[in-house]
T-cell receptor, first 115, second 112 residues
Framework: GAVVSQHPSRVICKSGTSVKIECRSL??????MFWYRQFPKQSLMLMAT?????????EQGVEKDKFLINHASLTLSTLTVTSAHPEDSSFYIC???????????FGQGTRLTVV | AQSVSQHNHHVILSEAASLELGCNYS??????LFWYVQYPGQHLQLLLK??????LVKGIKGFEAEFIKSKFSFNLRKPSVQWSDTAEYFC??????????FGTGTRLTIIP
């Protein structure tokens, strides 16, 4: 199947700093990418949907100024957690689809710890 | 609200036992259904999916799932589990062309 690479896999940052997470589709062009957040023992919660070249669509309750999403090319989307706080510590996962294919391919996730 | 429920949070089985993980969804119309698996330290992988047609869907690694419309269910089954099946399993539903909604996941632990 198609490969989605997410980097970094783990990151620890100080409170107040910003962290950028990259999501790349390695062998296909991702027209749409999704960013999820997973809390311990809970489900994956969709944060936002991004289409290449346009602004991301955020889910209700997700602060767009805090979680900046850029989808500048068909193979790369980035999530920047700005002014991170300990409550932003979580597991962030991206996924990508291409065209009308509804199967989504997932990155390996990024564990963010804000200290 | 639309939701996906996985009632088994943690299942522990011995090798060779049969497995059934429950999944119920709350959408009334057409829905695509998925089961994903996440092995320790790895990313989510698709096990199987149902869009239409035969309600009994066969996936990779000997897994299958049955779509029962009247029960709004899409339970995952495997007749004989292996130690390597230890993982987290997520059911997901996608009504029409809308976003995927995931269940809370079921942790499966297989005892050798």
């Amino acid at each position: 199947g198609a490969v989605v690479s997410q980097h970094p896999s783990r990151v620890i940052c100080k409170s107040g700093t910003s962290v950028k997470i990259e999501c790349r589709s390695l062998d296909f062009q991702a027209t749409t990418m999704f960013w999820y957040r997973q809390f311990p023992k809970q489900s994956l919660m969709l944060m936002a949907t991004s289409n290449e070249g346009s602004k991301a669509t955020y889910e209700q309750g997700v602060e767009k100024d805090k979680f900046l999403i850029n989808h500048a090319s068909l193979t790369l989307s980035t999530l920047t957690v700005t002014s991170a706080h300990p409550e932003d510590s979580s597991f962030y996962i991206c996924s990508a689809i291409t065209g009308r294919v509804t199967e989504a391919f997932f990155g390996q996730g990024t564990r963010l710890t804000v200290v | 609200a639309q939701s996906v429920s996985q009632h088994n949070h943690h299942v522990i089985l011995s090798e060779a036992a049969s497995l059934e993980l429950g999944c119920n969804y709350s959408y009334g119309g057409t829905v695509n259904l998925f089961w994903y698996v996440q092995y320790p330290g790895q990313h989510l992988q698709l096990l199987l999916k149902y869009f239409s047609g035969d309600p009994l869907v066969k996936g990779i690694k000997g897994f299958e799932a049955e779509f029962i419309k009247s029960k709004f269910s899409f339970n995952l089954r495997k007749p004989s589990v292996q130690w390597s099946d230890t993982a987290e399993y997520f059911c997901a539903a996608q009504p029409g062309n809308e976003k995927l909604t995931f269940g809370t996941g079921t942790r499966l632990t297989i005892i050798p």
